[in-house]
């Protein structure tokens, strides 16, 4: 009996890891700001689990019925949370309170998992030794009976297992459940997300699931269970795979209705790289708009305001070697390429999949101009961390000016490439009399942010001029911002804030160089009333932010 049990509770183990991963992942994706959200989901996951432990005190009487209805009910529930999480978010723009529900509906399941196993293993522990009194009795007839009454009465005052054996067989479940969650820890992001996808991996988890636990109970311990508890348990979890196996097949047309709700009817393109979604949409005349996990990255109509402020002030000085930090779209390759003086531009973006699209989308590669078909382009695919740091090192030449094209800095993972020892590698790229631009978010919207972004900046060694530009449609971001579905109104922030910073402690001049293209929304006045526009939400006497402590709120 021992070895079925473990090995359920090592699979029901991973299954439970899998959910509470699933819920972090997704709620990240969808949310953003991924430590809140795994905070938010451990601590209620095991919160409940704990409420979970006390309320499986009430089954004990039941043990075998009961674990396979938790079992059954966890399945269901944890297979189908990364869909209703997702069907939320999709029409009801709010996903938040439907994560903590599921976080502690799966906590208080999984937590009442092991109690009763434990109350199954103890009542099976004392069962062979009566039916073994009752066999030995029928077979020694009425001579022997006097004897096998006062057996039974012996082992009635005896406990059921010893206490060394008791001892043994927690230690070997909390073995199994330990090694079945790293199993399923590692299994979540090397094979379920990259074969199934987050919506499939939750179903298909559930189904393992369901079938471990009902055959756990339906086999293992079924002498436990009346002929109506057998039935209704049969006819849960049959129940329960038929609506997981029914969500797995149409999981595709879900999906496609659900990214019609978020992003409307006109998908041109979407795609799941190795790091994240990519989606395009638009009309077939109209400019695209590019869409990464969700937040609005590019939108066609209006992105040249984005690109061309923060390009052009930092082309003004020697610009002939040009790094682009982030930019796979090729967008802000475009405008530095208009300058005949440029003799190299290497583009370091970690996502391969988002270049290839901004290659190969006729609408994407009309919109960047064929940036990446340009032979003095190089794109390097790597974390800009990571690289900047070796390439501190062995780079020959430096660069005369570094963009740093990246998504705001209360994404949580771009944090680091805010942070002021990021600041210091990016100096040590840059020539004695280079610039360095900087997308720091919007300065109207989320002024603490920006201006944390300026103090790491001169925490690093810069000097900084600040400076903002408006969309032509206001509330319509078409910077690497979210746009705010909790209003409603689907609005994001009306300005994108940069920084334009240079080393030393003298502040570099705004303005635009002489071979300067003819630009569509910047000009010498345009850039001085950026700059005072700016200066007047500032924000003074903000710590930096570094890698240890990170300082970029939501």
Same mark, same amino acid.
């Given at each position: ?5 473990? @090995? !359920?509770? /090592?699979?029901?183990?991973?299954? =439970? %890891? ?6 972090? &992942? $997704? +709620?990240? *994706? ?33 043990? @075998? !019925?009961? /674990?396979?209805?938790?079992?059954? =009910? %966890? ?6 949370? &990364? $869909? +209703?999480? *997702? ?468």
């Amino acid at each position: 009996m021992r070895f079925p049990v473990l @090995a !359920v509770v /090592f699979v029901c183990a991973a299954c =439970g %890891l899998v959910y509470e991963l699933e819920l972090v &992942a $997704l +709620a990240s *994706y969808l949310i953003g700001d991924s430590v809140t959200q795994a905070s938010v989901v451990l601590s209620v996951m095991v919160f409940a689990m704990g409420v979970g432990s006390l309320l499986a005190k009430r089954l004990r009487c039941r043990a @075998a !019925v009961g /674990f396979g209805m938790v079992e059954a =009910g %966890l399945a269901l529930i944890g297979g189908c949370s &990364a $869909l +209703a999480l *997702y069907a939320a978010f999709a029409w009801l723009g709010e996903s938040r309170y439907v994560v903590v529900a599921f976080s502690l509906a799966i906590g208080v399941l999984i937590g009442a998992e092991i109690p009763l196993l434990m109350s199954l293993i103890e009542r099976a522990g004392s069962v062979p030794e009566a039916g073994a009194g009752a066999r030995s009795g029928a077979r020694t007839g009425a001579r022997t009976g006097a004897r096998s009454g006062l057996a039974k009465r012996a082992r009635r005052q005896a406990p059921p297992v010893e206490p060394d054996d008791a001892a043994g067989t927690v230690a070997d479940l909390f073995a199994a459940d330990y090694v079945g969650a790293l199993v399923g820890g590692l299994a979540f992001p090397f094979l379920l997300l990259p074969w199934l996808g987050q919506l499939t991996g939750a179903l298909v988890t559930g189904a393992v699931n369901a079938i471990a636990g009902g055959g756990l109970v339906l086999w293992v311990f079924r002498r436990d269970l009346t002929a109506r508890s057998r039935a209704l348990l049969i006819g849960v979890n049959m129940s329960v795979l038929a609506v997981l196996a029914t969500a797995t097949v149409l999981v595709d047309d879900f999906e496609e209705a659900a990214r019609r709700a978020v992003y409307g009817d006109q998908v041109r393109v979407a795609v799941h790289t190795d790091l994240q979604e990519v989606v395009v949409t638009g009309g077939r005349e109209g400019p695209p708009d590019l869409f990464l996990d969700g937040r609005l990255r590019v939108a066609g109509q209006d992105e040249y305001r984005y690109h061309e402020a923060l390009v052009h002030p930092a082309m003004k000085g020697p610009h002939a070697r040009v790094l682009i930090v982030g930019g796979g779209d090729g967008l802000a390759a475009r405008e530095v390429l208009r300058y005949s003086g440029v003799s190299s531009v290497t583009v370091v973006e970690l996502d391969p999949g988002v270049v290839r699209l901004a290659r190969t989308d006729p609408a994407l590669a009309t919109l960047n101009a064929q940036a990446f078909r340009d032979p003095r382009v190089r794109v390097v695919y790597a974390d800009a961390f990571n690289w900047l740091r070796g390439a501190a090192d062995h780079v020959q030449e430096r660069y005369d000016v570094v963009i740093s094209d990246l998504p705001d800095p209360g994404i949580t993972p771009s944090t680091k490439l805010y942070s002021e020892e990021f600041h210091g590698l990016v100096a040590r790229v840059l020539t004695g009399a280079g610039r360095f631009a900087v997308h720091a978010g919007s300065v109207t919207d989320r002024p603490h942010t920006y201006w944390t972004v300026d103090a790491t900046l001169r925490a690093a060694g810069f000097a900084t001029r600040p400076y903002s530009a408006s969309g032509r449609t206001p509330g319509f971001a078409a910077g690497p911002d979210r746009a705010d579905r909790n209003s409603g109104t689907e609005q994001g922030p009306g300005d994108w804030g940069f920084l334009l910073a240079v080393p030393g402690d003298r502040p570099p001049v705004l303005g635009l160089a002489p071979d300067a293209p003819r630009l569509r929304s910047l000009g010498a006045g345009t850039l001085e009333a950026a700059a005072r526009r700016a200066e007047r939400a500032r924000v003074p006497a903000l710590p930096s932010s570094t890698l240890v402590h990170p300082r970029y709120g939501s």
